[in-house]
């Protein structure tokens, strides 16, 4: 067992200092003390350990702010004086630990690449969005969600707030390969056939210098700190092995993705915004601030945001048109219906509007991808990562509307590019078509025909 840090008295004065809210802790008061070696002693001379008080609550909630690996309370087991307690004073330690348990759960890595897999699975916009929904109604045990809502969201909508910046797909392999002890040539061939992400969890379970952890314990917050840190470290090396070393292959293969702003669920930014709130959406298109969309729902305060009244009558008109237009013409399929016809209020989404001509999207900023056009709905791709320019379009097909296979899922795809027009004979009944054919279709702003388009 690890030696026990946390120790559980009453505070026999009322002098000491609370580390977490930096308030007196009251006379009598309960309160757990954590022992950590002397800062003091930076040449490990043995000045022996001192204790930083906390109130009970705020020791929980600085262990909301630490990685999780650092040491924390996950039992009663964890602190000495645990027993010594009045009854009601255990009461509310063991909620608090059982509520801990459950935020950290809710926020991890591994619950998270759960729901992504689910929201990937599914097919449609509804289903996506009542994913989401449920999940931050229930989290993962039913019992409601306790993480942090802002950061579930902003890792769901990493695709759209890039919050961190992204490494190209042979900046990993360089890296990785360091780490797994792994021939890098040999996983830079690999690239043109398979995901970098694939390429690395791989390798990472076939490594003979690391071996990937069997159970999952990293967080949604100790990820971020990588990933913040990861793209302008001076040694990425360091960070990266850092981070190996607390992932399993699965985990490892979702940072990956992370880093690559590809989560692979398929959602547009409106699917997974519908999840949280029927109106995050609107909000998030006016403000692009996405804590603060968070913020107003949890606060309800949605509808005070300036230019929200006018949006949503927008919506309502558009929602009523939309309804009326289908009643007359019988047919659903009239996707754009009213958006060409109004400016847009959101500048970006005026500018992709009026762009004829694709060019390279600003990985840094802040985008709501709009993606109105649902130009390729219905469309399961393949798109061999050799292509040129491979990523932009990749970008465009999910922007409208959609679903990039990779190898793994080529049977299903109704459409296979192809610059060579090397296709295995009965591989699929897919289409196979040259690149220039999504490119035309992107510029037309509807599906082009494929005759024209044969490798
Ligand atoms: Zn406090």
Not at 118 to 135: F, N, R, W
Not at 169 to 181: K, M, T, Y
Not at 333 to 344: A, H, P, Q, R, V
Not at 353 to 362: L, M, V
Request: a positive charge; aromatic letters at 6%; glycine letters at 6%.
């Amino acid at each position: 067992m690890t030696e026990i840090i946390f120790y559980l008295s009453h505070a026999k004065s009322g002098k000491s200092i609370c580390r977490h809210c930096n308030k007196f802790i009251q006379k009598d008061m309960l309160r757990i003390g954590k022992r950590v070696p002397n800062p003091r002693d930076v040449h490990d001379e043995g000045w022996g350990d001192i204790t930083l008080y906390h109130h009970v609550a705020c020791m929980f909630e600085e262990f909301d702010k630490e990685t999780s690996r650092a040491k924390q309370i996950k039992s009663p087991d964890d602190m000495f004086g645990f027993d010594e307690l009045k009854k009601d004073e255990k009461k509310t330690i063991l909620k608090l630990i059982r509520d801990t348990n459950i935020k950290r759960e809710d926020n991890s890595l591994h619950q998270f690449s759960c729901l992504c897999t689910k929201i990937s699975e599914e097919d449609g916009h509804a289903g996506k969005t009542a994913l989401v929904s449920d999940y931050l109604k229930k989290g993962t045990t039913g019992t409601g969600f306790k993480g942090d809502v802002y950061m579930l969201m902003k890792f769901l909508l990493t695709g759209v707030v890039k919050t961190w910046n992204s490494l190209s797909d042979r900046v990993l392999v360089d890296l990785f390969s360091q780490i797994f002890g792994t021939s890098q040539k040999a996983m830079e061939e690999d690239l043109a056939q398979t995901e970098v992400w694939e390429i690395i969890r791989v390798c990472y379970e076939k490594s003979k210098t690391v071996t990937p952890l069997e159970e999952s314990s990293v967080s949604l917050r100790e990820t971020q700190g990588f990933l913040n840190v990861l793209p302008t470290a001076p040694e990425p090396v360091t960070v990266l092995k850092k981070l190996v070393n607390r992932c399993t292959s699965n985990d490892l293969m979702m940072v990956v993705r992370l880093i690559k702003h590809n989560i692979g669920i398929n959602a547009e930014a409106k699917t997974i915004l519908d999840g949280l709130h029927p109106n995050a959406y609107e909000a998030f298109q006016i403000s692009e601030d996405l804590k603060d969309v968070v913020e107003r729902v949890q606060s309800k305060t949605l509808h005070r945001l300036p230019g929200m009244k006018k949006k949503m009558k927008e919506k309502t008109k558009k929602n009523t048109e939309h309804v009326a237009e289908q009643r007359r013409s019988g047919s659903s399929d009239n996707m754009d219906l009213g958006i060409s016809k109004k400016k847009s209020p959101v500048k970006r989404q005026a500018k992709d509007e009026g762009q004829t001509i694709p060019s390279k999207k600003c990985k840094t900023a802040r985008s709501p991808s709009p993606s109105m056009s649902k130009i390729f709905t219905g469309c399961k791709i393949f798109l061999p990562v050799a292509t040129d320019k491979f990523k932009e379009l990749k970008q465009y097909i999910i922007d409208f509307d959609g679903e990039v296979l990779d190898e793994s899922r080529k049977r299903l795809a109704t459409h296979i590019v192809s610059s060579k027009g090397r296709i295995r004979a009965g591989v699929s009944k897919a289409e196979v078509v040259t690149p220039d054919w999504l490119w035309q279709s992107i510029k037309k702003k509807q599906l082009a025909s494929t005759k024209e388009f044969k490798p």
